[in-house]
């Protein structure tokens, strides 16, 4: 749904956005968004996991990009439901790579327009540890914005791409 338009009032836009992720539609809804109502809604995530330098550099090798540590992050305290290892957003990428492949990974990530995705309440992010090879089902049904539910709301974010 593209809400970019002049136009629109970027807090009613963010407010909309808002509400989809706090109540979880039906379906899946992409939201197209100016700059300014991607990067609030960004900032309104918690964030929990922060994607150190190391991993940064780990992705930019993977993707040819050049993102920075506070470009990319991973909310919610995600462990492999099976050897307890900690995810990270370099598996998340990882994951995201051998299920859509890189152009769809970069452009998603750097693509040409500010996107959020709110996901529906049974969508799950499927990321593989890396350690056991176990498929993580991460929960998209908590609301994302509360961070209060223990890390069980799952969202992840590029410069350019949230996934909530």
Do not use: W
């Amino acid at each position: 749904m593209n809400v970019n338009a002049p136009e629109l009032d970027d807090r009613a836009v963010l407010e909309l956005i808002s509400a989809h992720a706090r109540r979880r539609p039906p379906r899946g809804i992409v939201f197209e968004v100016t700059e300014a109502v991607f990067a609030e809604f960004r900032a309104q995530q918690p964030r929990v996991r922060e994607t150190d330098p190391d991993e940064i550099a780990e992705i930019n090798s993977l993707l040819g990009t050049h993102f920075e540590p506070d470009d990319l992050f991973l909310s919610g305290a995600p462990v492999c439901d099976i050897c307890t290892r900690a995810l990270s957003m370099v598996d998340v990428v990882r994951s995201g790579l051998d299920r859509h492949g890189e152009d769809f990974v970069r452009s998603a990530l750097l693509g040409p327009s500010f996107i959020i995705q709110i996901a529906a309440p049974e969508s799950a992010l499927d990321v593989v540890c890396p350690t056991c090879g176990n498929v993580n089902k991460l929960p998209q049904g908590a609301d994302p914005l509360s961070g209060s539910d223990g890390g069980t709301a799952h969202t992840y974010f590029g410069a350019k791409y949230g996934y909530a």
